[in-house]
């Protein structure tokens, strides 16, 4: 009998000890740590030699960066997005750019030197490259321009760059460990760390914590292989002090007025336009027009103009326009091209300065959103001699929407001495449908977004001096620009009554003459003073008006109150 169960019990202790060694080997692979090690090229996503990837702050971005002959290279847009948006690029010239409150700045794209007003400089780098269609500026002549750090590693190319200095929180590794993939034992070892090493610790949850290594391999730990962690507070990088531009802004509101000349006789009108005025302390005549694309412009300047004015106590604003002549004109290829840019600005200048005039006024309009970063250069590249020569520099802006932000107002705020709202055309000549020429939510809305991007001393409001006369007839048959005195007779001979329309702040009148129906919204001394009063509600530079000779003499009663406040 025992022969017989002997047996059957060493069976049944192998059957269970082979059991038991398959379940420990379950248990085993479920729960010991894997050393299968991940691609560090795959998780850089290595695209090439030359390729390098970018860990910004503590995140791996989708932007990259590139060494040539041991160099690191950023692309434009890369530059532009974190460190600095003033490098401009002339492809048509080869031209790198950078424009300063005094100087231009300028590297021939492909050359190691880089020269300014006061002379030539040699790199040992070459500062800008081209990769393709692409340009690539070296990293170091970046920071020439910026405030940060960078760091860079190998196997793979990768480069740690700060911007920000804000306090992080570090712990030392406790007991030699790996950095996973994931947070769990069985992810992909991205690198081993020794006991002593330090890591910042970017979240920290139950079991496992989202670290990055002094290398910059962001990836998991065990929290029980972390010691304490420590707040820590990095030194802030300082070398870049950004430039001060000085302004001409003046210490009392401007109340300016646009002249419109339309030839040289036209300039013969300046007493007939100021005969009711007051309190105006600065005109503007439409005297330079573009003309072609090689930065020459029609000029209808005369210096007995400028005398008269400046006996009158006004200052006088020339105003630069591209709408005269604008089916013959391209305004991309005028200001992308540095050399006409450069022609444009030296013949505007010179004229300023040869006739005495006290500023430039540029009313650049339907600027297409490609060409807003060549038409913001040419704005900085003009404040310079502007500066120089004691020219107050202002620029005619649209009321601010989606569609026109290319006009970069928050940089002509910076560079430029006064930014104009243009705070008309709300419906305009080719509306599809009848309304104010500036209602006071249109008027309001374009000054707060304005003040918004730009210091409120430098903002000047325009307002118009004209009504828009709607016919319709199911649908807009058309409307006419009239001035103040002549939509007043328009009403009067159509015996129109008008009331106060609280919701645009503007008195209407409507009438109905077979099936076409006349619509006008009046602006007049009342309207006026609304928008006057939102002006002030925001503290901004002054007032403007479009144009001279279309306005009642009662308006500037109106405007004089606004000036005393």
């Given amino acids: 009998m025992r022969k017989k169960i002997i047996p059957v019990l060493i069976a049944i202790v192998l059957i269970i000890v082979i059991a038991g060694v398959s379940l420990g080997a379950k248990i085993l692979e479920k729960y010991s740590y894997t050393k299968e090690r991940a691609d560090l090229s795959a998780y850089f996503n290595m695209k090439g030699e030359s390729d390098v990837a970018i860990v910004l702050q503590d995140e791996l971005i989708e932007e990259r960066a590139r060494l040539f002959d041991g160099v690191y290279y950023l692309d434009l847009n890369t530059v532009h997005r974190y460190f600095n948006d003033r490098f401009y690029v002339d492809e048509g010239e080869g031209l790198l750019l950078y424009t300063r409150p005094e100087t231009i700045i300028r590297n021939v794209i492909g050359s190691s030197e880089v020269s300014d007003r006061n002379g030539t400089q040699t790199y040992t780098y070459t500062p800008a490259r081209y990769e393709g269609e692409n340009v690539y500026i070296a990293i170091d002549y970046v920071k020439q321009y910026a405030n940060f750090s960078y760091e860079g590693f190998e196997q793979p190319n990768r480069l740690q760059i700060n911007v920000q200095w804000d306090e992080k929180e570090v712990a030392e590794i406790k007991k030699d460990t790996a950095v996973r993939l994931l947070g769990g034992v069985k992810s992909e070892i991205l690198k081993d760390v020794q006991a002593g090493e330090q890591v910042t610790v970017l979240e920290e949850m139950e079991n496992w914590s989202k670290v990055k290594t002094a290398d910059s391999i962001i990836g998991y730990i065990e929290n029980k292989r972390l010691g304490e962690t420590q707040t820590e507070s990095p030194v802030p990088v300082t070398d870049y002090t950004e430039p001060e531009y000085t302004s001409l802004t003046r210490d009392h509101k401007i109340n300016l ?9 036209g300039n013969d009108t300046l007493e007939e336009v100021m005969a009711d005025t007051k309190g105006l302390n600065v005109i503007s005549p439409t005297w330079f027009k573009l003309s072609d694309n090689e930065g020459n412009f029609t000029s209808y300047a005369t210096q007995q103009y400028v005398d008269r004015a400046h006996d009158m106590g006004l200052e006088v604003w020339g105003l630069v326009e591209n709408i005269e002549y604008k089916d013959s004109i391209d305004m991309y290829a005028i200001l992308s091209s540095t050399t006409v840019r450069e ?9 300023a300065v040869t006739y005495g005039l006290d500023g430039i006024n540029v009313d650049f309009e339907q600027i297409s959103t490609d060409c807003g970063e060549h038409f913001i250069e040419f704005i900085r590249e003009l404040s310079i001699p502007c500066r120089e020569k004691g020219l107050v520099l202002s620029v005619d802006n649209y009321v601010p929407m989606g569609h026109n932000d290319h006009y970069d107002r928050a940089e002509q705020g910076l560079v430029a001495d006064y930014v104009i709202i243009m705070g008309y055309d709300e419906h305009y000549a080719g509306s599809s449908e009848a309304g104010s020429v500036a209602s006071i939510d249109f008027v309001e809305e374009g000054i707060q977004r304005t003040v918004d991007q730009v210091p409120s001393n430098k903002v000047i409001n325009a307002v118009p001096f004209y009504t828009r006369i709607w016919e319709t007839d199911n649908g807009v048959l058309g409307s006419q620009a009239v001035g103040m005195e002549m939509a007043e007779e328009f009403i009067r001979t159509h015996n129109i009554s008008v009331e106060w329309d609280d919701e645009t702040c503007q008195n209407y009148g409507e009438s109905t003459e077979g099936s076409r129906l006349y619509q006008i919204w009046l602006e007049d001394e009342r309207s006026i003073e609304v928008k006057l009063n939102i002006m002030e509600k925001y503290q901004i530079g002054g007032v403007a008006s479009w144009r001279l000779g279309y306005e009642k003499p009662e308006i ?10």
């Fill in 257 to 265: 007025g646009w002249h419109v000349i339309g030839g040289i006789a």
């Fill in 556 to 565: 500037w009663d109106v405007i004089g109150v606004y000036l005393s406040r």
């Fill in 343 to 351: 022609k444009l600005i030296n013949e505007l200048v010179n004229a």
